[in-house]
Structure formats: structure tokens, C-alpha cells
């Protein structure tokens, strides 16, 4: 009788294990409380039914709990690996089918791009990389997915940002009405007037920049700190009106380290947003952020009390024109400035960076840009003039160039099919509801169907006419005129696509372009005679985005002084 009242209790706790997979599977709770009650009052509860089979109550609940929780573990993964799970016709490694916490691993090196990179070309255009995640690599899949009327952003920022419950950055807002609602200011504040207004602030910026460079030559410098400091003083600028001095005085609050100390968790938090609410908790955690954001309050507070004798961008994030009908609140503004300090200082930072480490290692691309520069720009010339950028087609092949092989977001960004909505065709693929799902820009922008021939090295010329790619005739180009030329512009993803792209690419062009005329007119850029160039990619890591190493780089004048 004992027996079987035990082999009952022992059936009884498979199946709340079961029910509870169910359950999840079925509501996907977010509250910890519910969590809490699904997976340790349950089985507690359980335990009394298997008493009679253990000399303890303390074994009986062991016993019970490791049961209850193997019950729920195997039951999800044989669900995640049958072929009734609904994504079970897309290939992926059988690991990241069963769980995210794969991903977690694989991307802990911060290799996950080349990881994703290798999957596609494994298993082809759709990986499974997650139990409900895929990663694309497929043109068709861009309007669809990202495109107006696409789907929303993913939930894979619910985790970096679970501390953040009432007022949500732009780049996170999932609901695509407010999401418009919120833009709208950003939208006004790239127009093609408002970035005109820009360009003192970026030449002030600029000059101070490369004078400091100047001060350098002869030195051994990490270029790639010192453009971190140029990006983030002119984005401070951008958004409160100033408050950093880190071209003049260094990093010396450890700012920028403290943004990048963040990203390996926030990594961690983007594959299992449903750990952000249990992190938050922990003591302690956030607050680099917090501090950071402390700072940018009292910086708002300053910004907002004066008024500014040029429109910055926090003049049309503020609504200082009363335009909008519900006015922004000041925590939707810091919050958005933040944003900006961040989107827009560290992108153009990492894609500067790349940009002379791969002509220091083409120096035919090198003197290319350089002799383009002179043209426009010889010496006397005001090199931060910026009517001319639109015909400096050399210039503009080398920053797309840049940015087609290390795109500073190296994986893109997350899209998902809302619950209830049923799910959808994605071009050629039909993707259920809860599916999440992203463009892979690394493989896009790598794919030799969009880009070709040598879809995998720099070539700049690739983006010019077929003219002046002709020109440009020499032994590096010759025969390439004999093998098929793929272009493919929809390919190009490095500011993402559609109603949620980078609000801030023409001013990220602006800003590249500017600060690049004026390094190339003034400065010679090489490396040291003992640095292997190859280091500065192996250290570039995918933490979302992407985070680069130190750069360093001999400088030499270009210009006499006298
Ligand atoms: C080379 C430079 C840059 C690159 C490659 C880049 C790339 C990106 C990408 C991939 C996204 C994600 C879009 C998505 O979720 O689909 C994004 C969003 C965003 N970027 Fe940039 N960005 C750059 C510079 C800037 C600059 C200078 C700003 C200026 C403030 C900026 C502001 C933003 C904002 C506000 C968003 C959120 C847009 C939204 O959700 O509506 N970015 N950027």
C-alpha cells in the first residue's frame, strides 16, 4: 500500500513538473513571484506526497525538487528538439535549439559574430540559434522583417534594461506607436537643416581634436582612445550642451571605461532577458550606470536652465520649438540623451578606429583617400567644409567600405512576432508567433551573393562607378574587371533598416567625414615597426555592440607650421 501511495507521489510530482513546463510555455510569466511559486512552492508542496518512500523529511524534499526540476528540464528540451516545436524545420546546433544559455557560452569570447558567421555558412540562410530565435542572412527577409509594418523590436532588451521600468530609451521601446511617438524629436533633430547647425559644433570639436594630435608627433599614441574622447565631448556637446573635456583632459573620470564595463553582461542579458529582473536585485548592480546617468541628470538640469545660443540636439529632444502636442518628460529626455552619448559616441568611436587600421594596411587605399583629400583640401584650405563631401566618392567608398566589413552593431538587432499576432511570412520563410528573429549584418554584408568579388577584404573601390573604379586601375584591381561584379545596396545594414534604423546615420556620416579631412590634411598616420596590425581585429569584440582594442599609431606632420 506504501509502495504504490509512493509511486503515485512520485507520478503526481512528474506531472506538476510537466504542468509547470506548460505553464511557462504557455504564459511566459515575468513576475518573480510567479516564478518563485512555479518552481519551489510547487515542489514543496509536493514533497508530503512522496514522504512514506524517505527516512527524512529533508531527503523527501531534495528528492522531490530534483525530480520536479529534471521533469521540467528534459520535458523542455525533448519539446525544444521534436519536430512539433514550431521552428523545428530551421537548422541549427542542437545546443542552441535546447537553450539560450548556448548562446550565453558561445558568445562569452566575444566572437559571436564570427560565430553566427560560420552557422551560415554551415547550415545556409536561416540558423536556429536560440529555441525560438532565428538569425537571417537573406535580402528577401530585410523589408519584411524591419521594414514599415515589420515586425517590433525583441525582447532582447527587456533584460539590459529591467531596472529601467517607467521611462524606456528609444532604441528598447517595443510598441510601434509609442516608438513613433518618441522619434518623432529625433526625427526633427536630423533633418537635413538641423544637421547644418551641427557642423560648428563638430569643427570646434574636430580642431581641438587634431591640434591634440598635433602636440603628438613623434609620439607613439593609441589612436583609438583618443578619437573615443573626440566622439564622446562632441556627443556631450550634442546632448546636454557640453559637460565633458576629455580631448584636453583625458578620460580622467574613467567614463568610457565605466560605459564599457557594462557590456559584457549586458551581452549575457540580450540572449536571457528574463535573468535582467534577478540581476537588478543583486546589490551593487548598475551602478556604473547609475552614476553615469547621475551625471547626465545634473548636466540636463544645467542645459535646460539656459537658453542655447545653437540648437543641439537636445533642443529638439526637449521640444524647446513646442511642437509636440504631449510634451517630452525630462526623464524621457535624459534618458534619450543618454542613448545618444552612447549610440552616437562609441559607433563612429569603433568605426573610425577600424577605418585607419585598415588603410594603414592598405596603403594603396591610403594614398587613394589622401590624394582625394589634397584635392579637395590642399593646404590653407578649410578641410572641415563640408559642401564638397558629396562628390569626395573616394572618401565616401572608404567609410562604407569600413563599415561593410565590421558594422559597429557586428550582429544586428533583434526583431519579434508579438503574441496573438499569429505569426507571418518573412519574404520566403513563414515564422510563427514568439519567434524572435534578426539579420545577421556581419554574414549579409560578407555574403558574396551582395558584394563580390572578394566579399571578405577591403576594397573600397567597389563602391565607385564602374568609371572611376577604371581609374583606379592598377596591379591590385587587375582581372578583377574578368570575374562578375555583385553589388548589392540592400545588402548594406551597418544602420540597421527601416522605421527603427539609426536615427543618427547622416550626422554619423557628417561627423566621420569632417574629422577624417582634417586628420588626413594635417597628419601622416603608420604603425609602429613592431605592432602586427592583425591584433587590432582579433581584439574587436561583438558585445552587441562592438568594443575594440588599443590602436596604436605613429604620428608625423604633413603640413610645415612655419
Ligand atoms: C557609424 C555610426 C553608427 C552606426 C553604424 C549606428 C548603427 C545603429 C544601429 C545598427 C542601430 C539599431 C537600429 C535597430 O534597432 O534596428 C542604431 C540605433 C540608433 N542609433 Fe545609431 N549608429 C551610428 C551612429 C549614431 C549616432 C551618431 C547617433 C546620434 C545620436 C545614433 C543614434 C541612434 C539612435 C537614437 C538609435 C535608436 C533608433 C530607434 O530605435 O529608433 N547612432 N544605430
Request: aromatic residues 12%; positive net charge.
Amino acid at each position: 500500500m506504501h509502495a504504490l501511495a509512493f509511486n503515485d507521489g512520485l507520478l503526481a510530482v512528474i506531472a506538476a513538473g510537466l504542468a509547470c513546463h506548460l505553464a511557462f510555455n504557455r504564459f511566459e510569466p515575468a513576475r518573480l513571484l510567479v516564478h518563485f511559486a512555479l518552481l519551489c512552492v510547487i515542489p514543496s508542496f509536493m514533497s508530503f506526497f512522496v514522504l512514506s518512500g524517505f527516512t527524512s523529511i529533508f531527503r523527501a524534499v531534495v528528492s522531490t525538487y530534483l525530480l520536479y526540476w529534471f521533469t521540467i528540464l528534459t520535458s523542455i528540451a525533448l519539446y525544444r528538439l521534436s519536430p512539433f516545436h514550431p521552428l523545428a524545420k530551421y537548422p541549427g546546433p542542437i545546443l542552441a535549439r535546447i537553450s539560450k544559455f548556448w548562446m550565453v557560452w558561445m558568445s562569452s569570447d566575444g566572437k559571436q559574430h564570427v560565430y553566427y558567421y560560420n552557422l551560415h555558412k554551415r547550415y545556409g540562410d536561416v540558423v536556429r540559434i536560440g529555441p525560438n530565435e532565428l538569425s537571417m542572412r537573406d535580402t528577401a527577409a530585410i523589408q519584411p522583417l524591419m521594414g514599415p509594418g515589420g515586425w517590433s523590436k525583441g525582447p532582447h532588451w527587456d533584460g539590459r534594461m529591467a531596472e529601467q521600468t517607467n521611462t524606456r530609451t528609444l532604441i528598447t521601446i517595443k510598441d510601434p506607436v509609442e516608438h513613433a511617438r518618441r522619434r518623432r524629436p529625433w526625427n526633427r533633430a536630423f533633418s537635413i537643416a538641423a544637421l547644418k547647425g551641427y557642423e560648428e559644433i563638430i569643427a570646434k570639436r574636430a580642431r581641438e581634436f587634431v591640434t591634440g594630435l598635433e602636440h603628438k608627433v613623434g609620439e607613439r599614441v593609441d589612436l583609438a582612445e583618443l578619437i573615443n574622447h573626440f566622439t564622446f565631448d562632441f556627443m556631450s556637446d550634442m546632448a546636454f550642451g557640453g559637460g565633458s573635456e576629455m580631448i584636453r583632459d583625458g578620460d580622467k573620470e574613467g567614463i568610457w571605461h565605466l560605459l564599457e564595463s557594462g557590456l559584457p553582461m549586458g551581452l549575457i542579458l540580450t540572449h536571457i532577458p528574463w535573468f535582467g529582473k534577478y540581476y537588478v536585485k543583486i546589490p551593487g548592480i548598475g551602478k556604473n550606470l547609475k552614476d553615469f546617468r547621475a551625471f547626465c541628470e545634473e548636466r540636463a538640469a544645467i542645459r535646460k536652465s539656459r537658453v542655447s545660443q545653437v540648437k543641439d540636439l537636445f533642443h529638439y529632444l526637449i521640444d524647446e520649438d513646442g511642437i509636440e502636442r504631449i510634451p517630452p518628460t525630462m526623464a524621457e529626455v535624459i534618458s534619450d540623451g543618454v542613448l545618444a552619448i552612447v549610440a552616437g559616441s562609441d559607433t563612429t568611436a569603433t568605426t573610425l578606429s577600424n577605418l585607419f587600421c585598415l588603410m594603414m594596411k592598405n596603403p594603396t587605399v591610403y594614398y587613394r583617400l589622401q590624394a582625394e583629400i589634397d584635392k579637395y583640401f590642399p593646404v590653407g584650405e578649410n578641410a572641415l567644409d563640408t559642401t564638397d563631401h558629396p562628390y569626395m566618392s573616394y572618401l565616401n567608398a572608404v567609410i562604407n567600405e569600413t563599415l561593410r566589413l565590421f558594422p559597429p552593431v557586428l550582429s544586428g538587432s533583434q526583431r519579434a512576432a508579438a503574441r496573438g499576432s499569429g505569426g507571418r511570412a518573412i519574404g520566403p520563410y513563414y515564422l510563427p508567433e514568439g519567434t524572435n528573429a534578426f539579420m545577421h549584418f556581419y554574414s549579409v554584408q560578407r555574403d558574396p551573393r551582395n558584394f563580390s568579388p572578394m566579399p571578405d577584404a577591403f576594397w573600397p573601390e567597389r563602391w565607385l562607378t564602374p568609371e572611376e573604379r577604371l581609374s583606379y586601375a592598377s596591379p591590385d584591381v587587375k582581372g578583377l574587371d574578368k570575374v562578375p561584379f555583385i553589388h548589392n545596396t540592400a545588402g548594406f545594414m551597418a544602420f540597421s533598416f527601416g522605421p527603427a534604423n539609426c536615427v543618427g546615420k547622416k550626422l554619423a556620416y557628417q561627423k566621420m567625414r569632417m574629422a577624417i579631412c582634417l586628420m588626413m590634411q594635417r597628419l601622416e598616420f603608420r604603425f609602429p615597426d613592431d605592432y602586427v596590425p592583425e591584433k587590432f581585429e582579433d581584439d574587436l569584440l561583438d558585445l552587441f555592440v562592438a568594443k575594440k582594442g588599443s590602436l596604436p599609431v605613429v604620428l608625423s606632420p604633413r603640413v610645415s607650421k612655419d
